[in-house]
């Protein structure tokens, strides 16, 4: 399975042969923010895309949904640790309000790792739980600062009722960083 990661990214960005053949994408927040911010509607396209990982989530909403509305055959979404940097776009803006292709048609497996119920996280979970609508399995690694998980798998398992019976769900608890 090919995979390319932050630092070939950046060295590589331009040529579209090597962004149709990745399969896996990992890319730092910081890197997926780039990518937008300098692109001048240039960015690259990765139509096999089937895996996108993004580390220390915390550029914006609206860069992952940048990022997803190019990935049309995206299965698996993993978003690990996410921060508090972040706001679900409020904009009347029709290429914000539209739901990447990958949710409605490929995305199949959803992980969510550092989870650590903040407004923010909640909003992205309650996103992605609304309109992923082709979702088979969803995992969520929820942290705290003590050995309680009750709190947050209560609060997961109302979130998750949305899903349907179908789409299997594993939450986890772990005190400390996620990777």
Sequence with gaps: ????????????????????????????????????????????????????????????????LDM???????????????????????SGDDKQNAVPQCFISSLERFELKGYSSCSEEVKVLEYILRNATALKKIFILALS????????????LNKLSVLPKTCQVKIEHSMGIPY
Excluded at 75 to 90: G, M, P
Excluded at 146 to 153: H, L, M, R, S, V
């Design 1 to 64: 399975m090919s995979s390319i990661t932050d630092q070939q990214i950046t060295r590589r960005n331009s040529s579209k042969n090597v962004s149709s053949t990745v399969k896996v994408l990992t890319l730092s927040s910081a890197i997926l923010q780039d990518i937008f911010d300098a692109s001048n509607n240039n960015v690259p396209s990765f139509p096999n895309l089937k895996q996108l990982v993004v580390n220390i989530f915390q550029c914006g909403m609206s860069n992952l």
């Design 68 to 90: 997803l509305r190019i990935l049309p055959n995206l299965k698996v979404l993993v978003l690990s640790k996410i921060c508090h940097r972040y706001i679900l776009s409020e």
């Design 145 to 156: 600062s003590n050995d309680f998980e009750e709190p947050f798998k209560e609060e997961l």
